[in-house]
């Protein structure tokens, strides 16, 4: 059974770190790109981060310099660190894996390229 898994989500204060992992089982994460993306109730999906098979890396503005994606195929499985937590970045954070034409060395933030999802995992930036 393929499936993604994440975890590490929780509630943290602004200024605070949080590290998300993501777990593969059923299918070999080395092949595939991930993206981590999340989501605020009412609004639409939001690509964060993505790395390519062979470790590119592309992150939207908001978050540069302040989370580091990660994989370890070793491992079969993929992280977001995220560093200098804001409010803003509160929602539900899902990793995906796909593969798409050119993926072994171009990030993709398309939610379209990614074809396994996790269930998402709560992150809660507040005081």
């Known amino acids: 059974q393929v499936q993604l898994v994440e975890s590490g989500g929780g509630l943290v204060q602004p200024g605070g770190s949080l590290r998300l992992s993501c777990a593969a089982s059923?299918?070999?994460?080395?092949?595939?790109?991930i993206g981590w993306f999340r989501q605020v109730p009412g609004k639409e999906r939001e690509a964060v981060s993505s790395i390519s098979t062979a470790g590119s890396t592309d992150y939207i503005e908001s978050v540069k310099g302040r989370f580091t994606i990660s994989r370890d195929n070793a491992k079969n499985s993929a992280y977001l660190q995220m560093n200098s937590l804001e409010p803003e970045d509160t929602a539900v954070y899902y990793c995906?894996?796909?593969?798409?034409?050119?993926?072994?060395?171009?990030?993709?933030?398309?939610?379209?390229?990614?074809?396994?999802w996790g269930q998402g995992v709560q992150v809660t930036v507040s005081s």
């Open positions: 059923g299918f070999s994460l080395a092949s595939y790109a």
């Open positions: 995906a894996a796909g593969w798409y034409s050119g993926s072994a060395y171009k990030p993709s933030l398309s939610g379209d390229h990614y074809t396994w």
